[in-house]
């Protein structure tokens, strides 16, 4: 399938970056708008980069327009927020909700986002539980497709530091023969290629992808 232009929000973090890079790499794929705060780094022909205010509701139905397909790996941590819920929410699930409506609003009919394993907004842990909330938000926009990607612990080198995330990483390589498959570690890089290869062939309606789907869709 061929795309006129894409969307991708998020490029600069650890599934994002990977995207960036496959979609870069895509002969089929001609324009690739990225989102962001403020100017992105790399220069490409095929980059538009398109800085705007995630307060402004308008921006995203601005920057959406046009889209063949939409990408979204963002989200923060505590440490980043200073353990404020509220501005945590602002970001896992304002951004997310309102880049969905602009693509409801127009009519993109392929939206791609980053969740986690064991989402479910009835969750004790708040983590969990906000990405139930959004999934569930978006779910009743009823999208043309809309796929969900729910990695479990990811594997590779973020820009910054988090050092539970890195503990769990090097407990789980050697427990990885013993885990059941939907809980296995996964590399981010396998993460956004599958992204990328799902985005060519969408499945209609709601889509959720664990490591099995996400590892199957490599095949496509």
Known sequence: MKFNQVTLFGASGLIGSYLLKYLLKDSEVHLINIISRKPFYLKHDKINNIVIDFTDLNSFSICTKKSDAVFVSIGTTMAKVNGNKSEYRKIDFDIIFNIAKACKKNSVKNLLFVSSLGADSNASSFYLSLKGDIEDAVEKLKLTSTSIFRPSV???????????ERIAQIIMSYLIIFIPSKYKPIDADIVAKSMVNTSKNPKPGFNLYHYKEIKDQLLN
């Open 154 to 164: 990811l594997l590779g080198n973020r820009n910054e530091a988090r050092f539970m």
